[in-house]
């Protein structure tokens, strides 16, 4: 009874702060190194919470809140050079088009000084930086640290800053359970898992492809007719065809736990926006494309099929090993360059990425060989080798070229060079596939292609589903979203037109012209031109006087999901005439760095002031809503009642719509005349 009631204690305990949003993911300790007699290194370690990632000190302007240490001069002391970091990942974001660097777990920064005073006992600083996660930002955070002089410190060890509001606190260490780390954990690790079902599916359908080409699918009956005829019994030919399918699987896989152990889990992954990868991911892939257009074969050398060859020979489980190891030598040309994009794919992604790839891939080419051996009468029902399987293979080679502009608009976005903005990559796609759509109708020969009177069923359905797809391309050079593609060419931002060829700039759909006075306090906001308001009460005002509801946007400059949502689900154009014409738009920034009119005191944190915007609203989006994450979004009425439960990062907008929509329709009813 006794562990029941304690367990839903702690249940409920943990609800309630999941349910209060309020988030803690970085923890500061505090260390001091002596390095000669008189200088002495400043060590400041932040532990970030799984999922959670903190931005270096060095960010381009616009971006987001760099991390920023002062240390509190005492006249003891005197600082010597910059805080130093360590090296942490560096992207290309494609919200803030820029390159950043953050860090994740740990990170270290360590800074010199020369000790003036001998008594000196501890230096007092300061910390603010800013951590986001996959879905939401917290505000800028300043925490106050404490280094004690070696030697001399308090009974109770070094004081530890733990990140909490907008304000510096220094707090004893214990051991605790850090429940709000939970949920941005579990979200971590269901990402995570999505991402190795999405890589193992995609490999599985890359070795059906692989299985297709010329170099492998003639093998099937060939190998399969091997060791069913050269078996005692029947039943010892299947097994010996399940041996050499598992055999294909642990070369396969064998290969990607190479390429992870050998690069690393995620060191590709940190890789994925250097100029230098993706140039020669770049060429890479060309080279793949053009031997599977036919320019040239790839081939691994003679003397390495010729050794594996002699070793198949062998009887027992080594030789059909050896046997599994000379067709994966053999198909080379074809399987290669598969192989390779999948391992650059799977790779960037980090982790155990490339393992699961290699099995998906392999599972595919090893199933046909256990299953025909299995059931051979299957075998009468397999199409004849021919023409066909060139088509597959050269369909291939069509894919890969279009994969490597990705890899070469991303080098492009990295040095900002606009060569390949949005349009030059659109046109090259449509080029592309285009091309593949004229080949498929059989408008375009290549050099291993067979004489063709007439183009089979299947081939004129792909035909033509390729045009479809090379038409939904188009608009895309006006300025269509093309959602299907998104993840491919660069952001609409990035392009000669962002607005689209023939767009013009205007409030068209608001509810207020573009000819009237904007009202107090209000502005619009691109490039979506809502009226939208920067203050609260002036916001709340102006939505009582017009009769609609308010939305408050709880945002910052530098908060990347908050850009997300904006460019992806306000365009939505249900979304969109809702923000422009049934809701008044509040929009409060938690990182304004403006100074207000006068400093207030923190109800948060007694005895701390209050000094920034941005600062004035975190504090009122913890102490009325009980969170402190951004994007945030609340729909209240006339009288400050919430209209429907407040919602953060939501990527699908039905969602994000229905959410609105329901409460402007509450609003509507409360407000309605009996």
Same mark, same amino acid.
């Given at each position: 009874?006794?562990?029941?009631?304690?367990?839903?204690?702690?249940?409920?305990?943990?609800?309630?702060?999941?349910?209060?949003?309020?988030?803690?993911?970085?923890?500061?300790?505090?260390?001091?190194?002596?390095?000669?007699?008189?200088?002495?290194?400043?060590?400041?370690?932040?532990?970030?919470?799984?999922?959670?990632?903190?931005?270096?000190?060095?960010?381009?302007?616009?971006?987001?809140?760099?991390?920023?240490?002062?240390?509190?001069?005492?006249?003891?002391?005197?600082?010597?050079?910059?805080?130093?970091?360590?090296?942490?990942?560096?992207?290309?974001?494609?919200?803030?088009?820029?390159?950043?660097?953050?860090?994740?777990?740990?990170?270290?920064?360590?800074?010199?000084?020369?000790?003036?005073?001998?008594?000196?006992?501890?230096?007092?600083?300061?910390?603010?930086?800013?951590?986001?996660?996959?879905?939401?930002?917290?505000?800028?955070?300043?925490?106050?640290?404490?280094?004690?002089?070696?030697?001399?410190?308090?009974?109770?060890?070094?004081?530890?800053?733990?990140?909490?509001?907008?304000?510096?606190?220094?707090?004893?260490?214990?051991?605790?359970?850090?429940?709000?780390?939970?949920?941005?954990?579990?979200?971590?690790?269901?990402?995570?898992?999505?991402?190795?079902?999405?890589?193992?599916?995609?490999?599985?359908?890359?070795?059906?492809?692989?299985?297709?080409?010329?170099?492998?699918?003639?093998?099937?009956?060939?190998?399969?007719?091997?060791?069913?005829?050269?078996?005692?019994?029947?039943?010892?030919?299947?097994?010996?065809?399940?041996?050499?399918?598992?055999?294909?699987?642990?070369?396969?896989?064998?290969?990607?736990?190479?390429?992870?152990?050998?690069?690393?889990?995620?060191?590709?992954?940190?890789?994925?926006?250097?100029?230098?990868?993706?140039?020669?991911?770049?060429?890479?892939?060309?080279?793949?494309?053009?031997?599977?257009?036919?320019?040239?074969?790839?081939?691994?050398?003679?003397?390495?099929?010729?050794?594996?060859?002699?070793?198949?020979?062998?009887?027992?489980?080594?030789?059909?090993?050896?046997?599994?190891?000379?067709?994966?030598?053999?198909?080379?040309?074809?399987?290669?360059?598969?192989?390779?994009?999948?391992?650059?794919?799977?790779?960037?992604?980090?982790?155990?990425?490339?393992?699961?790839?290699?099995?998906?891939?392999?599972?595919?080419?090893?199933?046909?060989?256990?299953?025909?051996?299995?059931?051979?009468?299957?075998?009468?029902? /397999? *199409?004849?080798?021919?023409?066909?399987? #060139?088509?597959?293979?050269?369909? =291939?080679?069509?894919?890969? $070229?279009? &994969? %490597? +502009?990705?890899?070469?608009?991303?080098?492009?976005?990295?040095?900002?060079?606009?060569?390949?903005?949005?349009?030059?990559?659109?046109?090259?796609?449509?080029?592309?596939?285009?091309?593949?759509?004229?080949?498929?109708?059989?408008?375009?020969? /290549? *050099?291993?292609?067979?004489?063709?009177? #007439?183009?089979?069923?299947?081939? =004129?359905?792909?035909?033509? $589903?390729? &045009? %479809? +797809?090379?038409?939904?391309?188009?608009?895309?050079?006006?300025?269509?979203?093309?959602?299907?593609?998104?993840?491919?060419?660069?952001?609409?931002?990035?392009?000669?037109?962002?607005?689209?060829?023939?767009?013009?700039?205007?409030?068209?759909?608001?509810?207020?012209?573009?000819?009237?006075?904007?009202?107090?306090?209000?502005?619009?906001?691109?490039?979506?031109?809502? &009226? %939208? +308001?920067?203050?609260?009460?002036?916001?709340?005002?102006?939505?009582?006087?017009?009769?609609?509801?308010?939305?408050?946007?709880?945002?910052?400059?530098?908060?990347?999901?908050?850009?997300?949502?904006?460019?992806?689900?306000?365009?939505?154009?249900?979304?969109?005439?809702?923000?422009?014409?049934?809701?008044?738009?509040?929009?409060?920034?938690?990182?304004?760095?403006?100074?207000?009119?006068?400093?207030?005191?923190?109800?948060?944190?007694?005895?701390?002031?209050?000094?920034?915007?941005?600062?004035?609203?975190?504090?009122?989006?913890?102490?009325?809503?009980?969170?402190?994450?951004?994007?945030?979004?609340?729909?209240?009425?006339?009288?400050?009642?919430?209209?429907?439960?407040?919602?953060?990062?939501?990527?699908?907008?039905?969602?994000?719509?229905?959410?609105?929509?329901?409460?402007?329709?509450?609003?509507?009813?409360?407000?309605?005349?009996?």
């Amino acid at each position: 009874m006794k562990k029941s009631i304690l367990f839903f204690f702690i249940a409920l305990v943990k609800v309630t702060i999941l349910n209060a949003q309020i988030f803690e993911p970085v923890e500061w300790t505090t260390s001091v190194e002596k390095v000669t007699a008189t200088e002495y290194s400043l060590v400041s370690t932040a532990t970030i919470d799984p999922g959670w990632h903190m931005y270096s000190q060095e960010v381009p302007e616009d971006g987001p809140i760099s991390t920023s240490f002062n240390y509190n001069p005492s006249g003891g002391f005197e600082v010597v050079g910059p805080t130093k970091e360590e090296k942490g990942h560096t992207v290309h974001d494609p919200v803030f088009d820029m390159v950043i660097t953050y860090f994740e777990d740990k990170a270290e920064f360590r800074q010199q000084i020369n000790l003036l005073d001998p008594d000196l006992e501890s230096i007092e600083g300061e910390v603010e930086f800013m951590v986001c996660d996959d879905e939401k930002c917290l505000p800028p955070t300043t925490v106050s640290l404490t280094y004690y002089i070696k030697g001399k410190e308090p009974t109770f060890g070094n004081s530890v800053g733990i990140g909490t509001l907008n304000g510096g606190q220094d707090i004893k260490k214990v051991d605790a359970v850090d429940i709000p780390s939970a949920e941005p954990e579990q979200g971590k690790q269901g990402s995570d898992k999505r991402g190795l079902w999405g890589i193992f599916f995609i490999a599985f359908l890359s070795g059906f492809a692989a299985l297709l080409t010329p170099c492998v699918f003639p093998m099937i009956p060939m190998t399969v007719s091997f060791f069913t005829k050269q078996s005692e019994t029947r039943a010892k030919g299947v097994r010996n065809a399940i041996i050499y399918g598992l055999a294909i699987i642990v070369i396969y896989v064998l290969l990607g736990t190479a390429v992870t152990a050998i690069f690393g889990a995620d060191s590709l992954n940190a890789l994925a926006t250097n100029v230098w990868f993706n140039l020669l991911f770049f060429l890479l892939l060309v080279v793949f494309a053009l031997s599977f257009l036919g320019a040239f074969e790839i081939l691994l050398p003679n003397s390495w099929t010729n050794k594996v060859d002699k070793q198949s020979d062998r009887g027992g489980v080594i030789g059909i090993f050896f046997m599994a190891l000379a067709l994966a030598l053999v198909s080379f040309s074809c399987t290669g360059p598969i192989v390779g994009t999948l391992l650059v794919e799977a790779a960037l992604r980090g982790g155990i990425g490339p393992i699961v790839g290699m099995f998906g891939f392999s599972l595919a080419i090893a199933l046909p060989f256990a299953l025909f051996a299995a059931f051979p009468g299957w075998m009468n029902s /397999l *199409p004849k080798s021919g023409g066909w399987l #060139n088509t597959v293979k050269v369909f =291939l080679g069509f894919l890969e $070229l279009a &994969l %490597a +502009f990705k890899f070469l608009s991303q080098a492009d976005l990295v040095l900002q060079l606009h060569l390949l903005e949005r349009e030059v990559f659109l046109s090259i796609w449509i080029a592309i596939f285009g091309a593949l759509a004229l080949y498929l109708f059989g408008k375009i020969q /290549l *050099p291993h292609d067979s004489p063709t009177t #007439n183009i089979s069923v299947g081939r =004129l359905s792909m035909g033509l $589903l390729v &045009l %479809a +797809f090379t038409i939904y391309m188009v608009p895309g050079l006006w300025g269509a979203p093309l959602k299907l593609i998104s993840a491919f060419p660069p952001p609409l931002e990035y392009s000669e037109s962002p607005y689209g060829v023939g767009y013009t700039k205007a409030q068209n759909g608001s509810s207020v012209s573009e000819s009237s006075k904007l009202p107090e306090g209000a502005h619009w906001l691109p490039p979506h031109d809502i &009226l %939208a +308001f920067n203050d609260y009460d002036k916001g709340l005002a102006y939505a009582k006087k017009v009769g609609k509801p308010v939305m408050l946007d709880f945002t910052g400059w530098a908060c990347v999901n908050c850009r997300k949502m904006e460019q992806n689900v306000w365009p939505d154009s249900r979304v969109l005439h809702l923000l422009k014409n049934e809701v008044v738009l509040v929009s409060l920034y938690v990182d304004d760095k403006r100074e207000l009119e006068t400093a207030v005191d923190s109800k948060l944190k007694p005895g701390k002031k209050l000094k920034y915007i941005g600062q004035k609203w975190s504090e009122f989006q913890t102490l009325r809503y009980q969170a402190n994450t951004q994007p945030f979004y609340v729909l209240i009425g006339h009288d400050e009642q919430k209209l429907a439960p407040p919602t953060a990062y939501t990527p699908d907008a039905d969602d994000y719509y229905d959410w609105l929509n329901g409460g402007i329709d509450k609003f509507k009813k409360v407000t309605a005349p009996f």
